[in-house]
């Protein structure tokens, strides 16, 4: 079974509009990170935040962690149409390095 | 540029035929990881490993599937026989960093047809 699973399961907004997608799981971790992945790519690493954080920002990204409720979220801001993308949530298990991806955010920008 | 690369990455075959997919990690990466997508389940995790011993392998058929690390440069996915339902795109990723702080690098992606 994922470990995480996002909310939406597929989002589309306009150009300059903020984006928000939320990821939760199921076991303590150490740490929780969001990848990208366009169409027919990899996937891109974007963002990790520790346990022990609580928020944190790079760029147009801001991500927040709340750990009693085992979720996070994933804020873009005025997004752009490259934005357009799969976003997924990852964690492993304290201790381990089994990362699990949840079942992603389709996200859609409008020009 | 260090990345992960994969081959091949697109691969055609008919069923009960072998398959077998090569990645070779970013130099230096001691984390190699295996996933496979499909818009049914996602990205699974079939296996990992860590300094080329394999940790977890809990993800993967063990009928048909196998995963090696014959050298730190080099790992394998192999499928015997394959399956039509084995058609998914596999990516491979490394990484250097131990659980608390990794982040993971992905390769392009093999994407497997069986017929």
């Known amino acids: 079974s994922q470990q995480g699973e996002e909310d939406p399961q597929a989002l589309s907004i306009q150009e300059g509009e903020n984006a928000t997608m939320n990821c939760s799981y199921k076991?303590?971790?150490?740490?929780l990170q969001w990848y990208r992945q366009n169409s027919g790519r990899g996937l891109v690493h974007l963002i990790l935040?520790?346990?022990?954080?609580r928020e944190k920002h790079s760029g147009r990204l801001r991500v927040t962690l709340d750990t009693s409720k085992k979720s996070s979220s994933l804020l873009i801001t005025a997004s752009r149409a490259a934005d357009t993308a799969s976003y997924f949530c990852a964690t492993a298990s304290s201790g381990t390095y089994k990362y699990i991806f949840g079942t992603g955010t389709r996200l859609k920008v409008l020009a | 540029d260090a990345r992960v690369t994969q081959t091949p990455r697109h691969k055609v075959t008919e069923m009960g035929q072998e398959v077998t997919m090569r990645c070779q990690p970013i130099?230096?990466?001691?984390?190699v990881f295996w996933y496979r997508q499909t818009m049914m389940q996602g990205l699974e995790l079939l296996a990992y490993f860590r300094n080329r011993a394999p940790l977890d392998d809990s993800g993967m058929p063990k009928d048909r599937f196998s995963a090696e690390m014959p050298d730190a440069t080099l790992a394998t996915l192999k499928i015997q026989p394959s399956e039509p339902r084995d058609s998914a795109v596999y990516f491979c990723?490394?990484?250097?960093?131990?659980?608390?702080?990794?982040?993971?690098?992905f390769g392009e992606g093999s994407r497997l047809t069986v017929l």
């Open positions: 935040i520790r346990s022990n954080e």
């Open positions: 130099l230096g990466h001691n984390t």
């Open positions: 990723a490394s990484g250097s960093r131990g659980p608390h702080t990794g982040e993971l690098f």
């Open positions: 076991t303590s971790i150490n740490n």
